[in-house]
């Protein structure tokens, strides 16, 4: 993909997240009802291609990723109205008369940058996070774990490479590490 590319796609989910579409309680369930039915329903794919990177066996890739996954997918769905309701906290004592909330509004659109070692959990996990909080993200998978990154892509449809961490976000969260291996 070229620069130009990158920077429609960025473009496209700032766009989408600006039409206010990610802030309801609903769109967000519906997207954790998609992930939840994506992973139990490819989970055969996501364990033949976890073998294949990693030599991850089927009990250790349900363990680590798909179970895991589908039940933090489910542990959001149970909780995510409630985490956005605004919270009440103290007022100064001198604004004794006034109540003070503390609102969770979306930030935009997030990066989301995946591992070699965990590369399903570590890329949708945080997925799981931006969606709860009504954010829209851009994923780019490990091309260390090729089969993983490869099924991410066909799943997902837009693959993205290092060249966007040029570009601005409002809040990214790295989830791999500086040197490769042990």
């Not at 009802?33 to 989970?43: F, K, N, Q, V, W």
């Not at 680590?64 to 996954?69: A, F």
């Not at 991410?152 to 490479?161: A, D, G, S, V, Y």
Request: charged content about 25%; some cysteine.
């Amino acid at each position: 993909m070229s620069t130009n590319e990158y920077s429609a796609l960025v473009a496209r989910h700032r766009k989408y997240f600006r039409t206010g579409a990610t802030r309801g309680v609903e769109w967000r369930k519906s997207q954790l009802t998609a992930l939840r039915a994506m992973m139990t329903e490819r989970a055969e794919d996501f364990y033949a291609s976890l073998w294949t990177d990693l030599r991850r066996g089927r009990v250790e890739a349900d363990f680590v990723d798909v179970k895991y996954l589908v039940g933090e997918a489910e542990h959001a769905l149970a909780h995510v109205g409630q985490w956005m309701e605004p919270m009440r906290v103290s007022s100064l004592r001198m604004l004794v008369p006034s109540h003070t909330r503390v609102r969770f509004d979306p930030l935009g659109v997030g990066l989301i940058i995946g591992t070699w070692n965990y590369p399903l959990m570590l890329t949708l996990s945080p997925l799981i996070a931006a969606i709860c909080g009504g954010n829209v993200a851009v994923i780019k998978p490990s091309e260390v774990a090729a089969a993983t990154a490869n099924r991410c892509t066909i799943i997902m449809k837009e693959p993205l490479e290092w060249k966007l961490l040029s570009k601005r976000f409002p809040a990214y969260r790295i989830t791999r590490t500086v040197q490769r291996g042990c």
